[in-house]
């Protein structure tokens, strides 16, 4: 039969107790390091997700403004109204409206008026949230400033876009 001799011992409880400790704090620290990792991934994602919105939608606006031959500002710089030329019939133009609702951008395009508010589309993705919107007639030229926000992310864009008059 097998007899233990002295010096073959198994692992004491104190031996035990320690390598736990040592494995918990281990761990513990990964783990927290994956949950920053994680967070700011996310705030990353956020912050990406609100600059390419406030892009987009000026972007849109620049290449409408562009094109046009008129724009309409209301009092409060919330909303731009932007004839363009139909060349389907010149004797109508293309609107083209931005406007701030429920702090979302929306946009829409009519013919000859402005179209309704019920009739625009919003022209940023959901859960993005514009803060701030400004439109300022500088003489041939508009000044845009929008800043929305994605989480605790925010993107601001100003832009001066010239227009065509004739």
Same mark, same amino acid.
């Given at each position: 039969?097998? $007899?233990?001799?002295?010096n073959q ?19 513990l620290?990964?783990?927290?390091l ?15 997700t609100? #600059?390419?919105?406030?892009r987009?939608?000026? !972007?849109?606006? &620049? ?5 046009a031959?008129?724009? !309409? /500002?209301?009092?409060?710089? $919330?909303t731009?109204d ?6 389907? !019939?010149?004797? $109508?133009?293309?609107? &083209? &409206? ?14 000859e ?26 003489? +041939? ?15 601001? /864009?100003? +832009?001066? /876009?010239?227009?065509? #008059?004739?």
């Open positions: 039969m097998f $007899k233990p001799t002295n011992r198994g692992v004491t409880l104190m031996e035990l107790l320690i390598y736990l400790g040592i494995s918990s704090v281990v761990v620290t990964m783990m927290t994956m949950a920053n990792v994680s967070k700011q991934r996310l705030q990353r994602i956020q912050q990406n609100a #600059q390419q919105a406030a987009v939608a000026v !972007d849109k606006m &620049t290449y409408s403004i562009r094109n031959y008129r724009v !309409d /500002i209301s009092a409060d710089g $919330k731009l932007i004839y363009s030329t139909n060349f389907a !019939d010149l004797t $109508k133009p293309i609107v &083209t &409206t931005y406007s701030e609702l429920d702090n979302q951008l929306y946009t829409g395009q009519s013919l008026t402005p179209p309704q508010p019920e009739n625009l589309q919003p022209a940023t993705p959901p859960g993005v949230i514009l803060e701030q919107l400004s439109f300022r007639e500088i003489s +041939s030229a508009v000044q845009v400033s929008l800043r929305c926000r994605n989480g605790a992310r925010n993107a601001e /864009i100003s +832009s001066t /876009i010239s227009f065509r #008059q004739l």
